[in-house]
């Protein structure tokens, strides 16, 4: 309770924090180095960009308001796959995003559908392939876990497009306001 209160003083007082979108459709703010504050919006989302990667640190993850849906893939071998032929790249994360590696093609097996509402949590490690799905004015609390290496993750997409970049930029004030009211009508 005491966590929803506080998420939603963040929101109502937005411009106290710097923001920045990601690409794959969030707005977020650190809280610390190991806590981030996300706010799901497909608004924000940059065009063509797929959302199946992974992550160069551990997770987890707390939804504050919403639904969050989630995919996991586990990668097989070409005789085992079952539905997914995807496209890989190591990628530097961050702001400099750049692809490390080039493209190479890899078969996936995609896990049932999770779904998760406020309250519940989840958790991840650094090398889970995942899709993630939040209804817009989704919030969640997100805390890492870092690893040796701090910025290379890989990204995954599906059909003869290349990589397409998400990597963060400063939010816009518009976007800060728009994006908290909405998230707001989800308390």
């Known amino acids: 309770m005491l966590t929803k209160l506080l998420v939603k003083a963040i929101l109502r007082s937005p411009f106290d ?19 981030r504050l996300h706010i799901w919006d497909r608004s924000l989302r940059v065009p063509n960009v797929s959302p199946i990667h992974d992550h160069p640190w551990h997770l987890d993850s707390y939804i504050v308001a919403g639904c969050l849906k989630q995919y996991r893939f586990v990668l097989v071998g070409a005789q085992e796959a079952g539905n997914e032929i995807l496209m890989m790249s190591k990628i530097k994360c961050g702001e400099q995003a750049h692809t490390k590696t080039e493209p190479v093609q890899v078969y996936a097996d995609r ?18 392939i995942h899709e993630t799905q939040a209804d817009d004015g989704t919030v969640t609390l997100v805390t890492r876990t870092f690893t040796e290496d701090r910025e290379t993750a890989r990204v995954f997409w599906r059909g003869n497009g290349g990589w397409v970049d998400a990597a963060p930029r400063p939010a816009t004030s518009e976007e800060i306001s728009r994006v908290c009211k909405r998230a707001l009508q989800e308390f």
């Open 17 to 35: 924090l710097k923001w920045s979108v990601q690409g794959l459709g969030m707005l977020r703010t650190y809280l610390s180095d190991e806590v």
């Open 111 to 128: 896990m049932p559908i999770e779904v998760y509402v406020p309250g519940e949590s989840y958790r991840q490690t650094k090398d889970e």
